[in-house]
């Protein structure tokens, strides 16, 4: 792996902007599938997959008039179980993928028929909801509060250790050949010489590096979260797309000794506020998180931690007794319909795989599955049809 500060004249089939969930991932399946693969990060990985629950739950984040997203978020559910028992396999660490099944809760009667509301509707859309009363969703999770007024148990919504899963990520794709550069891409180099910031001319020839060097490749995939708006030569119209949503998040530990308190994620509405309670097999419980317009800030606030840990006691009293373990913050790449960006933008050769917002992790194997399909000149599966970067650059008149 070359050092930073040393310029570098590597050529490659792919070279792969950013190493989180969905560029690693995409690496490693480009790799296997004979592709001559770069990735380039200058942090590889410190993004919003490290900070994330880990929640793969097509059915709980399911919101009236979004059905294109539903759909490619069941793809990616679907997809998920076979891509980590591979992933488990080559580097033989386990992930932690966890199907028990997640439980919404509400804590009053308020809570309750928001919840009820959005049930109808997910089971419109013809996904599994079963309505429990108070005393069943404590048989469930015995450590729910008996104030808890109802829920519903989504057995399609499951979870991974998004950490165990990252590192297992970057494993399999150095076995499987791909070379990381740890710096930043600052822009899509194209053929005719110009770094193709006018959006669509020439073909690409690799990327330029913020510290000085060059990586050359035929093609190129921009996949670096919320910052892959500051990509030279993504065209103009798509760089203001992908916006930083910041979310804070707390990590609680067991004490020694002390007995799991959780089986199934819970996800619970507590006077209007979301909170979500996720169990690891390894004794962490993962509490989020909020949702904030603050641009690129990534502070952890007294309010935030204070908000989260009394939404949780609220519908898990026992909370209290866990371990204050770690108080993170990310940045979710949010795009305006809420939906991903993947395929081809630019100058060609360049792919765009970004803008996966609240569901980066959930749809990193199926993102992976589209992205090697336009590198080796397939097309995607259909339910990536409404997620191209296109319907960002006609909608706003401009390429
Ligand atoms: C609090 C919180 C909770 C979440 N919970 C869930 C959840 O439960 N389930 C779920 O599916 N998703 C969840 N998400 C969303 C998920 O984390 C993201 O959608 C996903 O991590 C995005 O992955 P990424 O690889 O695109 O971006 P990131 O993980 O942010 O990685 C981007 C990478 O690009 C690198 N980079 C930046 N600029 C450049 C450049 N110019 N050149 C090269 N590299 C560059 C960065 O260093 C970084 O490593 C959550 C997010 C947050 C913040």
Redesign the pocket.
């Known amino acids: 792996m070359p050092a930073k500060g040393v310029l570098v004249a590597v050529t490659a089939d792919v070279v792969i ?8 991932a995409i690496a490693w399946r480009a790799a296997a599938a004979g592709l001559d693969v770069v990735l ?18 097509p059915v709980s984040e399911a919101l009236f008039g979004e059905g294109a997203l539903l759909r490619v978020n069941l793809l990616a559910l679907a997809r998920f179980p076979s891509f980590a028992a591979e992933l488990e396999q080559v580097t033989g660490h386990r992930v932690g993928l966890r199907q028990e099944g997640t439980l919404a809760v509400a804590y009053d009667a308020g809570d309750y028929a928001a919840l009820m509301r959005l049930t109808a509707f997910r089971r419109s859309a013809g996904l599994e909801a079963e309505e429990l009363d108070s005393r069943a969703c404590r048989k469930l999770e015995s450590f729910l509060s008996p104030d808890v007024h109802g829920g519903v148990l989504f057995p399609g919504d499951w ?1 991974v250790d ?1 950490r165990r899963y990252a590192a297992a990520l970057r494993q399999a794709a150095a076995a499987a050949g791909v070379r990381v550069v740890r ?4 822009a899509v180099l194209t053929a005719g010489g110009a770094d193709g910031a006018d959006g669509a001319d020439g073909w690409v020839r690799g990327v330029a590096l913020a510290e000085g060097g060059e990586i050359g490749a035929a093609q190129v995939v921009v ?6 708006g ?2 030279d030569g993504v065209p103009a119209a798509l760089r203001s797309v992908v916006r930083p ?5 707390l990590r609680l530990r067991h004490p020694d000794g002390m007995p799991p308190v959780l089986t199934h994620t819970i996800r619970a509405t507590v006077r209007g506020a979301d909170v979500y309670l ?1 169990p690891r097999a390894d004794g962490e419980v993962v509490v ?3 949702q904030e317009e603050r641009g690129p800030d990534l502070t952890v606030t007294a309010g935030a931690v204070h908000d989260l840990l009394h939404d949780a006691m609220s519908v898990l009293p026992v909370t209290s007794e866990l371990i204050l373990a770690e108080t993170c ?5 949010g795009t305006p319909d809420n939906g991903p960006i993947v395929g081809p933008a630019g100058p060609g050769g360049v792919l765009l ?2 803008g ?9 194997a199926a993102t992976a599955d589209a992205a090697v399909a336009c590198l080796t000149g397939r097309a995607p599966a259909p339910e990536w049809e409404p997620f191209g970067p296109g319907r960002f650059l006609t909608r706003q008149g401009a390429r």
């Open positions: 902007a950013g190493g989180g969930v969905i560029g690693t380039a990060d200058p942090a590889h990985g410190d993004g919003a997959s490290l900070v994330a629950a880990g929640m793969l739950a979870s998004n710096d930043r891409v600052t996949a670096a979260g919320s910052w892959s500051a990509v949503v910041k979310g804070q998040l996720v989020g998180a909020t913050a990310g940045l979710r790449p795989a970004t996966h917002y609240r569901n980066g992790i959930l749809m990193s």
